[in-house]
């Protein structure tokens, strides 16, 4: 009996030990990121034939996931508020964009390793006025590279010659875009 018991002591030891070390903490950086931006679309000035500028407002949510060796295992990327503007001279017209992203870091986040994410969501030209089409979908990534950090510890990813990228869902073509974009900002009549 006390055979058994001294046998249990030490396994139930060992997977203590087993959980501690893979135990992992989490970081919630709120609005951290600001992906507010105008600029002046060449794409879609051209296909109008008079200047389009979009304009990004919003922040980005980031939750941090560390292993006991203080790296960043894992990282998740929110933006829950965020809205494009398409404008001209003409009008503007505004919608919501929401996406969220997910990263993993095999082994922990070091300059030079490899990351992997998956996005989805609400992504660019999501709610044209009368145009029906979302362009919504996910986006898988598979062996990009860490090859920076920001002053919050949140690490920047790079693609490079062995990065795969598989989308699936909905995704509207330049043509597109233009034909949804365009009677919202051009001039009338």
Do not use: W
């Not at 203080?70 to 398409?86: D, K, S, W, Y």
């Not at 989805?120 to 979302?134: A, I, K, Q, T």
């Amino acid at each position: 009996m006390r055979r058994l018991l001294v046998f249990i002591t030490v396994a139930l030891s060992a997977l203590a030990v087993a959980a501690t070390s893979s135990a992992q903490r989490a970081v919630h950086l709120n609005n951290v990121i600001d992906i507010s931006n105008s600029f002046q679309s060449p794409l879609l000035s051209e296909a109008c034939g008079f200047p389009v500028t979009v304009t990004v407002s919003g922040f980005v949510d980031v939750t941090l996931i560390y292993n006991n060796a203080g790296l960043v295992v894992r990282h998740i990327e929110n933006t829950p508020a965020g809205r494009a503007t398409f404008s001209s001279s003409n009008g503007s017209f505004s919608f919501p964009e929401a996406a969220t992203s997910v990263f993993t870091y095999p082994g922990g986040a070091m300059l030079g390793s490899t990351a992997n994410f998956h996005s989805s969501g609400l992504l660019r030209f999501g709610l044209v006025p009368g145009f029906g089409v979302s362009n919504a979908g996910i986006d898988i990534v598979a062996n990009a590279v860490v090859v920076g950090f920001t002053p919050e510890g949140i690490p920047m990813v790079d693609f490079t010659e062995s990065t795969v990228v598989i989308s699936h869902g909905n995704r509207n073509s330049p043509e597109v875009v233009k034909f949804a974009v365009e009677p919202n900002v051009a001039p009338p009549g």
